[in-house]
């Protein structure tokens, strides 16, 4: 199909990675071809077709696929990781009955494509923690975790009984300066430079050495488009790719932040948010994206921090 032709509908655009993701949509096709829905309106939205959408309202859901005639879902509506935690059945029945809704839009051919974001959350404490595999022991322990783990079963469940194509990333931890951070354990990541510009100092949730996979948000966004633009047989993994930028600890990026920043401090105060980080990867080994349909990252560390602060001060 062309691009002309495509109509894209973003759920749960309002969030992080849905701002950028429309902006970057609309870049490729046109304003007219993205509808942005959420839960409630954003300013951020007003350039593209909004439409108001609970993601859990399977009837509106189909209305609003029928109005714009929608080809692609990219589905991002979730409750994540630390929030999760605190409304656990809340997060379950968004997280898992907003995917099946989409699915089976997918299935019943109303929908051509379908994005659905996975996690390195569905990795665990007995996950092997360095340069994690795509194939592995998962036993996630938190709620967003055990979601994302089933949805990537289902997801791969829909493609080999139903032939829906659906295409699916385990997003590392995300940081980006166009929106505010959205209830995750790698948040801070993005809320350190928040506090460095306003008071010079911050106060992590995580400890010192805590070491993650993080991504700068313009390759997060970039992989999502890449693999959805793909040739059908290029995507071998229907569950979910790993997918690796940079691992860094929170102390390796305070001591990027005072290259720029010399008067910033930071101090540790681990919270609940810790034990969660504890059962993540340290660092991941995604070469099946870089194989399969040529996954690579273009930030690291120094690129990534100065390309916050830049845009930030402005």
């Known amino acids: 199909m062309s691009t002309g032709k495509e109509k894209i509908l973003v759920i749960g655009a309002g969030g992080q990675i849905g701002v950028e993701l429309c902006e970057n949509l609309a870049k490729r096709y046109s304003n007219a071809q993205v509808i942005a829905s959420d839960l409630k309106p954003a300013p951020q939205l007003e350039p593209y077709n909004y439409e108001q959408l609970d993601a859990l309202d399977k009837d509106r859901l189909f209305e609003i696929v029928k109005k714009h005639q929608i080809t692609q879902i990219y589905h991002l509506a979730a409750l994540l990781s630390a929030t999760g935690e605190q409304k656990p059945m809340m997060a379950w029945k968004l997280n898992m009955e907003s995917l099946f809704h989409v699915l089976d839009l997918a299935k019943e051919k109303h929908i051509q494509k379908v994005y659905w974001p996975s996690s390195i959350a569905v990795f665990g404490p007995t996950t092997p923690r360095e340069n994690t595999p795509q194939y592995t022991v998962m036993e996630p322990s938190t709620i967003y975790g ?25 997003y590392p931890g995300l940081i980006g300066w166009k929106s505010a951070p959205g209830g995750g354990t790698t ?3 993005v809320h350190i430079f928040h506090e460095a510009l306003k008071t010079g100092r911050y106060e992590c949730f995580l400890s010192a050495q805590t070491a993650l996979p993080m991504m700068h948000m313009e390759d997060a966004i970039r992989a999502t488009i890449e693999i959805m633009h793909a040739p059908f047989e290029s995507i071998k993994i229907r569950g979910s790719y790993n997918l690796s930028g940079i691992s860094f600890t929170p102390e390796q990026m305070a001591n990027e932040i005072k290259a720029h920043l010399p008067n910033f401090s930071i101090t540790y105060k681990p919270d609940f948010r810790q034990a969660i980080a504890d059962s993540w990867p340290k660092s991941i080994d995604d070469r099946e994206a870089r194989q399969h349909w040529g996954w690579k990252e273009q930030y690291d560390l120094k690129g990534l921090v100065k390309n916050m602060l830049d845009n930030l001060k402005k």
């Open 187 to 189: 948040d801070y990541a």
């Open 146 to 170: 055990i979601s994302k783990q089933a949805g990537e079963r289902w997801c791969e469940w829909y493609h080999q009984k139903h032939g829906v194509d659906v295409r699916s990333l385990r």
